[in-house]
């Protein structure tokens, strides 16, 4: 506790704070700050490493001798803006928000070096996270036929706020917008969800199939070029034989069910979120 940055030139307030502190210990996976989260305690690390995300982006690491959550000491109404997750084994003491200001509030020497972390800190996120946008943003591009299938997307993802949903149909006039407009909507965006619905139907070697709107496969292929295989995702109709390009080797798809869309797009619409909270906001 005495090698604790924030408590240099303060050796008074190392014994009170061990006196109203709780040790913890984390395994490796384990979550010490939630982003979004409501709580307010502040942490010592005495051992051990936490990986620091933002919005998904990894931003680099808490460790030995690093107070952590004191932002919740000067914005205590609002909610974590950072997860932190124990890479080692680790141990922290955890000291109550009240309790930590009522044994610091007399220092002027902690609280000067209290504001020279945060100063620090917000500066490095600043400079890591200079045009993210502030949640997710996710395009969803179709055929006007699957408009429904767009609505149950914007519901499941949308509901809690954590994602914003863009819809096209929202976006942009159907079968009016310019390839401009288009581009600019995938570049706003953080992730791509293309529709792949057997709207049409294609002849090859003699054989009848169905395949995607020549503009849903359009968009897609641009989402690819923009954003990359990890953050354009294609939903697929598993029951009804969707014809799709034979190269799809690293394409990111999920699949759904259409006589039974609403559940399937639900569980769909899950694996989704998580495969956007593990990649976060883009760069």
């Keep these: 506790m005495r090698r604790q940055s924030v408590l240099r030139e303060c050796p008074e ?3 009170r704070f ?13 979550d010490l700050i939630t982003e979004g989260a409501e709580d307010t305690d502040v942490y010592f690390i005495l051992m051990g490493r936490f990986e620091l995300r933002v919005k998904g982006n990894v931003l680099g690491e808490r460790g030995v001798n690093d107070m952590v959550g004191e932002l919740a000491l000067l914005r205590p109404s609002n909610k974590r803006s950072a997860t932190l997750t124990a890479v080692d084994p680790s141990v922290v003491l955890k000291v109550s928000k009240e309790d930590f200001q009522a044994l610091a509030e007399p220092s002027s020497a902690f609280w000067k070096n209290v504001a020279e972390v945060i ?5 490095l996120r600043n400079q890591m996270l200079p045009n ?5 943003i996710v395009l969803v591009v179709s055929s006007g036929e699957a408009i429904d299938v767009v609505r149950e997307i914007e519901t499941n993802l949308g509901e809690d706020g954590t994602i914003g949903v ?3 149909n929202k976006i942009f006039a159907i079968s009016t917008y310019p ?5 600019a909507a995938i570049d706003r965006a953080d992730f791509v969800i293309a529709i792949m619905r057997g709207d049409d139907v294609l002849v090859s070697r003699s054989k009848k199939a169905k395949a995607p709107r020549d503009n849903v496969v359009l968009e897609f292929g641009m989402a690819l070029g923009s954003l990359g295989l990890d953050r354009s995702i294609m939903l697929v109709p598993t029951d009804a ?3 799709l390009a034979s190269d799809n080797d690293g394409l990111t798809y ?11 797009l639900r569980i769909a619409c899950n694996k989704i979120r998580k495969h956007i909270g593990d990649y976060g906001v883009k760069d």
């Design 13 to 15: 307030l190392v014994e």
């Design 254 to 264: 999920v699949g759904y069910k259409e006589n039974d869309s609403e559940n399937s």
């Design 179 to 183: 390839l401009s407009q288009l581009k």
């Design 119 to 123: 100063s620090d800190r917000l500066d």
């Design 166 to 168: 863009e819809p096209w």
């Design 241 to 243: 034989q969707v014809k």
């Design 18 to 30: 061990l006196e109203v502190g709780v040790l913890d210990q984390f395994d490796p996976g384990r």
């Design 132 to 136: 993210a946008n502030e949640r997710p």
